[in-house]
């Protein structure tokens, strides 16, 4: 009989003066085990005696060290409490192992901070809250600092906006190791979206009063997601929110962040990747069916997106976990 496969390995690290909210995000998607997602093994690891003391006046306690974090295959840091800090030197070593060993390095908002510290972004694009992408470019002039995306997915390392950010990340990293399915079940059962449109620049300014023309736009969007395979242009979006081309412009952009055309794309790559996961539909038939104008045009778009192209993405969640 062949003997199970390894779960694969998540490891948090806790830290003093922590917020649990970030903690609890990574729990929830790698702890909690429910029949219709996919398994992990978590840990959550600190320095020091495993004693961290967190926002609120209660005490977290573990038994794994950082020695565990370094021999993970997913090494996770959320938010730190100084983002004027350096990274301490045994934070830093075990980062640099666990990347050294090929494990995959996520940071959740300020753990940008800790990533860079220790040298891992230097050359990189990265990402952090919106309030200090600032901070991060002018403390580590070697990062590639974005302040634009919920996050960024640079291969081995990857890095999110603020906290709740981290949420898609985790997603992002399931739809990765498992698949769009099995990411949209899981978000499901969080009751969240499975994947956001726009950035987070969408967030930064001041709120703004309640915009009635949002309920067209949101009902423009469901058309297009209804009708992806015919040809769709911001003309025909405007025309069924019942708005001129440039008043849907300023307020599909005020809603979402990003552009119609910008979000169009997105939707069409994640409708075609079931397609590629589950069917032997060629990629030029993937790409009518989602409404690409041409296969080459997929490809451009779908390998921006998701760093590979559609074919060794096929490839990939054919042989199991990337």
Same mark, same amino acid.
């Given at each position: 009989m $062949?003997?199970?496969? /390894? ?6 690290? *806790? ?8 903690l609890?995000i ?7 085990t429910?029949?219709?997602?996919p ?5 959550? #690891?600190? @320095?020091?005696d495993g ?8 005490s ?10 370094? *021999?993970a295959d997913?090494v ?5 409490s100084?983002?004027?800090?350096? *990274?301490?030197?045994e ?11 090929? *494990?995959?390095?996520?940071?959740? #908002?300020?753990? %940008?901070?800790?990533?860079? +510290? ?7 694009p990265?990402t952090?809250?919106? &309030?200090? $992408?600032?901070l ?11 302040? $634009? ?20 990340? #985790?997603?992002?990293?399931v !739809? ?5 399915t099995? %990411? ?10 499975p ?5 987070q ?6 709120p703004?009063?309640p915009?009635?023309?949002?309920? /067209?736009i949101?009902? +423009?969007?469901?058309w %297009?997601?209804d009708?992806?395979? @015919? ?12 708005? +001129?081309t !440039? ?5 599909f952009?005020r809603?979402t ?9 997105g /939707?069409?790559?994640q409708?075609? &990747?079931p397609?590629l @996961? /589950? ?5 030029? !038939?993937?790409?009518?069916?989602v409404?690409?104008? $041409? ?9 921006r %997106?998701?760093?590979?192209?559609p ?6 969640f ?5």
């Amino acid at each position: 009989m $062949t003997a199970p496969a /390894r779960p694969h390995h998540v490891a948090v690290l *806790a830290y003093e003066g922590m917020s649990a909210f970030e903690l609890g995000i990574v729990t929830e998607v790698f702890g909690v085990t429910w029949p219709d997602t996919p398994s992990y093994r978590l840990t959550v #690891c600190a @320095e020091g005696d495993g004693t961290v003391d967190v926002v609120g006046g209660a005490s977290l306690r573990t038994p794994h060290t950082l020695d565990t974090l370094a *021999a993970a295959d997913t090494v996770i840091v959320p938010s730190v409490s100084d983002v004027h800090a350096e *990274a301490t030197a045994e934070l830093a070593g075990a980062l640099r192992q666990a990347h050294a060993r090929s *494990a995959r390095i996520v940071s959740i #908002c300020t753990g %940008a901070f800790a990533l860079a +510290s220790s040298g891992l972004l230097d050359g990189r694009p990265a990402t952090t809250h919106w &309030l200090y $992408t600032d901070l991060l470019a002018r403390r580590f002039p070697h990062v590639e600092v974005d302040p $634009t995306p919920l996050y960024v997915d640079d291969g081995d390392i990857l890095t999110s906006a603020g906290s709740a950010a981290g949420l898609d990340l #985790c997603l992002h990293l399931v !739809r990765q190791d498992f698949g769009a399915t099995a %990411a949209n079940a899981m978000a499901r059962r969080l009751v969240a979206a499975p994947h956001r449109e726009g950035g987070q620049a969408q967030y930064i300014e001041s709120p703004v009063r309640p915009d009635p023309e949002d309920d /067209r736009i949101t009902a +423009s969007m469901s058309w %297009a997601v209804d009708h992806l395979p @015919e040809p769709i242009t911001v003309d025909t979006l405007a025309r069924h929110a019942r708005m +001129s081309t !440039r008043t849907y412009l300023r307020h599909f952009t005020r809603a979402t962040g990003t552009s119609p055309i910008k979000w169009l794309i997105g /939707r069409r790559i994640q409708a075609s &990747l079931p397609l590629l @996961e /589950r069917t032997d539909t060629p990629v030029e !038939r993937v790409a009518e069916t989602v409404g690409f104008d $041409t296969a080459v045009t997929f490809r451009h778009h779908f390998t921006r %997106a998701m760093r590979t192209s559609p074919s060794s993405y096929r490839r990939a969640f054919r042989t199991g976990r990337t």
